[in-house]
């Protein structure tokens, strides 16, 4: 398998979120300092210039932008073109991505806006959407969308033009994490103490989850069976909420900061030291079950599974980038070392390309090829 640089680009400093547009054209990538920029990197030749390749640079917010998310595709397939970012003023921006204009503003509060998530839409066929589908562009977010922020201990529901749809009830501390059932039903957000479901209808509270200590990630697998956290107290926590089945799986080096699930609801992949620690969550799930170790030369710091094949790229801090495939008996598959340690992966809807953003401001782009 090989594993080459396809672009690369550098922003103004550590590179805090970055994400591809549902069709897999455009990469949004966010500094710390607050600046947005927005790149076509498949648009690269031997013959273009880095430069060529810049869409826009926005703004961002003031102070720092901490978090992007691009609005899903409509349930027709027309492809968004609206970016959410938030960030450190306390508020949501709402972004065109194809004019490179600011479209509105959501103020939430003088508290930082940590995290944002768009609600997942659902195709007739009850898939969900986001693919490449060749169908028409839009710079507008579907008028049903919905986007969750999380600004200090609230967490709040926007309309897709920006206007608040609900606040909830504060939490008891701040929300660490947040993250949409995937077929929408609920938004979980975690905080000190536990994570709370709401209703992603009526906005009721579903359940609460107990959890005492902190939790600092958050991932449902992509069938809608496992709601897992990553904590402060070197573990990871798994909840089935429909049958109100816990798994408590500790041991690890460090605090659990990146989960991943694959395609197939099948594996886990988690950090916390040195191992990548892949759990069966087949069947009655990982409790009583050996993970598999997949041993890196420093701290894992990121992971993601392709989204629609198997493969799983993990990251470490002395700027090493895996691919592993599983199902193989020597796994690991490719290895490539980058300048410094990665911040954030992310695949292409097609897992042809797999996008870094690292500590020092670089954005890169591999492509992967059997």
């Not at 710079?139 to 919905?146: E, Q």
């Not at 900061?257 to 990982?286: E, I, Y």
Request: aromatic share 6%; with cysteine.
């Amino acid at each position: 398998m090989n594993l080459s640089k396809h672009w690369a680009s550098l922003l103004d400093d550590y590179v805090i979120d970055l994400a591809w547009s549902p069709d897999g054209e455009l990469l949004a990538a966010a500094s710390a300092s607050g600046g947005i920029s927005i790149f076509r990197p498949k648009a690269v030749t031997a013959t273009t210039d880095v430069s060529e390749t810049m869409l826009h640079e926005l703004p961002g917010h003031d102070g720092g932008t901490n978090c992007i998310a691009w609005a899903p595709a409509t349930a027709g397939g027309a492809v968004s073109r609206m970016l959410a970012s938030g960030g450190q003023d306390g508020t949501v921006k709402l972004w065109d991505a194809d004019s490179g204009q600011h479209v509105t503003t959501a103020e939430l509060g003088n508290a930082w806006v940590d995290h944002i998530a768009w609600r997942p839409v659902k195709s007739e066929t009850g898939a969900q959407e986001g693919a490449e589908t060749g169908k028409t562009n839009s710079p507008d977010a579907p008028a049903s969308s919905l986007l969750a922020a999380a600004a200090g201990k609230d967490v709040v529901f926007l309309n897709a033009d920006g206007s608040e749809r609900h606040r909830c009830k504060p939490a008891p501390k701040t929300v660490q994490a947040i993250a949409w059932e995937p077929d929408g039903g609920a938004l979980a957000a975690a905080h000190f103490g536990g994570v709370r479901l709401w209703d992603g209808d009526d906005f009721v509270l579903q359940k609460e989850l107990p959890y005492n200590n902190g939790i600092h990630s958050l991932v449902w697998s992509p069938d809608n069976r496992w709601l897992v956290s990553g904590n402060q107290d070197q573990s990871v926590h798994l909840w089935i909420p429909e049958s109100g089945l816990e798994l408590h799986m500790s041991g690890y080096e460090s605090k659990v900061v990146t989960l991943a699930f694959d395609r197939n609801s099948q594996r886990l992949a988690t950090g916390g030291g040195r191992d990548a620690c892949v759990w069966n969550c087949s069947g009655p799930g990982p409790e009583g079950r050996e993970p598999d170790l997949l041993p890196h030369p420093a701290k894992v710091c990121a992971l993601a599974f392709q989204r629609t094949h198997g493969l799983l790229a993990s990251a470490s801090e002395d700027g090493s980038v895996m691919l592993w495939s599983l199902d193989c008996n020597q796994p690991l598959r490719a290895t490539v070392k980058m300048p410094s340690a990665a911040t954030k992966l992310a695949w292409t809807q097609d897992d042809r390309f797999l996008a870094i953003g690292s500590e020092k401001g670089a954005v890169y782009v591999l492509s992967v090829e059997a």
